[in-house]
């Protein structure tokens, strides 16, 4: 059975304080792990897919990398906005329209 | 233009009814999924479907029902509501093996 366990579960900082949220992951074939965003009362909002090991992708103060066993997104210098949960998921090789398995979350809050 | 919007946003029911909540996607996409998060924020993916094939998670009762009228709509009725089945809904689409997926902004069912 895929699982991704994600921590910290929640992580609060100042503005401006750099950090990294983790997930590791268990799949029989990783096709793709996804990282979305999602603010209270609202549905996930895709930010990446990384399909490799060693494979990055950035976008605006967030970046994502990933590795044989775990995903990390950094993120540089947050601001208040950038307070949500922030959601791990994967999907395994198996495909077909299997959906996502996804972690319970990080939910970073952002003091200014 | 919401790209997948769901309705109703609140649902409030009594135990043993029927309801249905429907879910339309404008992004042309070929699959759409529901989720369900329950109260600790954790998604679990209960249905994906394409114009080939219906994927059920195992684990989802069979009072849960998906109907799809076409390409652009999957719809999901629930008979005999339950407490246990209190949660938020999401309809979520996607296009091919992209595996990117666009949700809606949720409904929260509670049964009492």
């Known amino acids: 059975e895929d699982q991704v366990t994600q921590s910290p579960e929640a992580l609060r900082l100042q503005e401006g304080e750099s950090s990294s949220l983790n997930c590791s992951y268990t799949?029989?074939?990783?096709?793709?792990l996804f990282w979305y965003r999602q603010d209270p009362g609202k549905g996930p909002e895709f930010l990446f897919t990384?399909?490799?090991a060693g494979e990055e992708k950035e976008k605006e103060r967030l970046k994502a990398t990933l590795t044989k066993k775990e995903s990390f997104l950094h993120i540089t210098a947050p601001k208040p906005e950038d307070s949500a949960t922030y959601l791990c998921?994967?999907?395994?090789?198996?495909?077909?329209?299997?959906?996502?398995?996804f972690g319970k979350g990080t939910h970073l809050i952002i003091q200014p | 233009d919401t790209a997948v919007s769901q309705t109703p946003k609140y649902l409030v029911t009594q135990m043993g009814n029927d309801k249905s909540i429907k879910c339309e996607q404008n992004?042309?996409?070929?699959?759409m999924y529901w989720y369900k998060q329950d109260s600790k924020k954790f998604l679990k993916i209960m249905f994906s479907?394409?114009?080939?094939?219906?994927?059920i998670n195992e684990t989802v009762p069979n009072r849960f029902s998906p109907k799809s009228p076409d390409k652009a709509h999957l719809n999901l009725h629930i008979n005999s509501l339950e407490l246990g089945d209190s949660a938020v809904y999401f309809c979520?689409?996607?296009?091919?093996?992209?595996?990117?997926?666009?949700f809606g902004s949720g409904t929260q069912l509670s049964v009492l």
């Open positions: 979520a689409s996607s296009l091919g093996t992209s595996l990117i997926m666009f």
């Open positions: 799949v029989s074939g990783l096709r793709g």
């Open positions: 990384l399909y490799s």
């Open positions: 998921a994967v999907q395994a090789e198996r495909g077909g329209a299997d959906g996502l398995t």
């Open positions: 992004l042309g996409h070929d699959t």
């Open positions: 479907y394409n114009n080939k094939e219906l994927i």
